[in-house]
C-alpha cells in the first residue's frame, strides 16, 4: 500500500522560511514534486524533481524554494525562503510510481504567511 505523509506545515511571517517533507512507502517512484491551491483556485504545481535530481520550479518561486529528495529515505523536500503572502495555500506532495507511473499524493499540509 502506497503511502505520502506530509508534514512540516504552519504559519509563517513574510520573509521567512519553512521546509517541508514527504515521506513515501510502498513503491520506488521515479518524478516527484509539490503543488498548492489556494482558497477559491486551482492546485498549481510548484516543483518537481526526477530520480536522478533534476529540478524544475514555476517561475514563481524560483530562487526562493528549493525542492530536494533522499532516494534512500524516500522522501522528498521543499525548502521554502522569503516567503510572501501570496505563498499561502494548501501543499500536496505527489509521487509517480515507477513501474506502473501511477501517481500518488500526499494529504496536504496548510502553509499561511502573516504580514
Known amino acids: 500500500q502506497v503511502q505520502l505523509v506530509e508534514s512540516g506545515g504552519g504559519l509563517e511571517q513574510a520573509g521567512g522560511s519553512l521546509r517541508l517533507s514527504c515521506a513515501a512507502s510502498?513503491?520506488?517512484?521515479?518524478?516527484k514534486g509539490w503543488y498548492r491551491q489556494a482558497p477559491g483556485k486551482q492546485r498549481d504545481l510548484v516543483a518537481t524533481?526526477?530520480?536522478?535530481?533534476?529540478?524544475n520550479y514555476v517561475d514563481s518561486v524560483k530562487g526562493r524554494f528549493s525542492i530536494s529528495r533522499d532516494n534512500a529515505k524516500n522522501t522528498v523536500y521543499l525548502e521554502m525562503n522569503s516567503l510572501k503572502l501570496e505563498d499561502t495555500a494548501v501543499y500536496y506532495c505527489?509521487?509517480?510510481?515507477?513501474?506502473?507511473?501511477?501517481?500518488?499524493w500526499g494529504q496536504g499540509t496548510q502553509v499561511t504567511v502573516s504580514s
Open positions: 505527489f509521487a509517480d510510481a515507477l513501474y506502473s507511473r501511477s501517481r500518488y
Open positions: 510502498g513503491s520506488t517512484f521515479s518524478l
Open positions: 524533481i526526477t530520480r536522478a535530481g533534476w529540478s
